[in-house]
Antibody, heavy 112, light 106 residues
Framework: QIQLVQSGPELKKPGESLKISCKAS????????MQWVKQAPGKGLQYMGW????????TYADDFKERFVFSLETSASTAYLQINNLKNEDTATYFC?????WGQGVMVTVSS | DIQMTQSPSVLSASVGDRVTLSCKAS??????LDWYQQKLGEAPKLLIY???NLQTGIPSRFSGSGSGTDYTLTISSLQPEDVATYYC????????FGAGTKLELK
């Protein structure tokens, strides 16, 4: 069955960087794009953008054009979200999603 | 950017009720709309894709309809396990989510 399994929770300080992984299984990784979605504590879903899994080209929503990087390791059927220069407002759960299937989410806490 | 307005923001209903959730787009989105259900502490789950297509494994009490700027998710007979927040999601242009409708039991 189709599964997206994400890496574990993260606790970081402001200014640090992190990289979240999303490993896909149960389908051909390059058949569908990978989206990323942010959910701040107690808030709704915010679309961050997507990456073309065939070409590796990322597209970012306006709020995520700085400090956020989508990347792939196609041989491992894995997508990555990197966040640089972390800020308190990056505290959230981050989801990967592909063809309607979602990862379990990664809770990121940024605190000094 | 296309804005998606969901109403109501909170809905209280009883088991067995017919429930209707609304989503209005700021411009025509050509039926490019999905509905997601998110239960507390879980990832969102796709219920309906392209306005009115039921995702595999989703109970038939869920249905979607709409066109142009106005879209609806209907639950024909509310069940206790339907308590959740429901989001509409448009992908016609610069994808965006609605703010959600929280569905509670009365």
């Amino acid at each position: 069955q189709i599964q997206l399994v994400q890496s574990g929770p993260e606790l970081k300080k402001p200014g640090e960087s992190l990289k979240i992984s999303c490993k896909a299984s149960g389908y051909t990784f390059t058949d569908y794009a990978m989206q990323w979605v942010k959910q701040a504590p107690g808030k709704g879903l915010q679309y961050m953008g997507w990456i073309n899994t065939q070409t590796g080209k990322p597209t970012y929503a306006d709020d995520f054009k700085e400090r956020f990087v989508f990347s792939l390791e196609t041989s491992a059927s894995t997508a990555y979200l990197q966040i640089n220069n972390l800020k308190n407002e990056d505290t959230a759960t981050y989801f990967c999603a592909s063809d309607g299937y979602w990862g379990q989410g990664v809770m990121v806490t940024v605190s000094s | 950017d296309i804005q998606m307005t969901q109403s109501p923001s909170v809905l209280s209903a009883s088991v067995g009720d017919r429930v209707t959730l609304s989503c209005k787009a700021s411009q025509n989105i050509n039926k490019n709309l999905d509905w997601y259900q998110q239960k507390l502490g879980e990832a969102p789950k796709l219920l309906i894709y392209f306005t009115n297509n039921l995702q595999t494994g989703i109970p038939s009490r869920f249905s979607g309809s709409g066109s142009g700027t106005d879209y609806t998710l209907t639950i024909s007979s509310l069940q206790p396990e339907d308590v959740a927040t429901y989001y509409c999601y448009q992908y016609n242009s610069g994808p965006t989510f609605g703010a959600g409708t929280k569905l509670e039991l009365k």
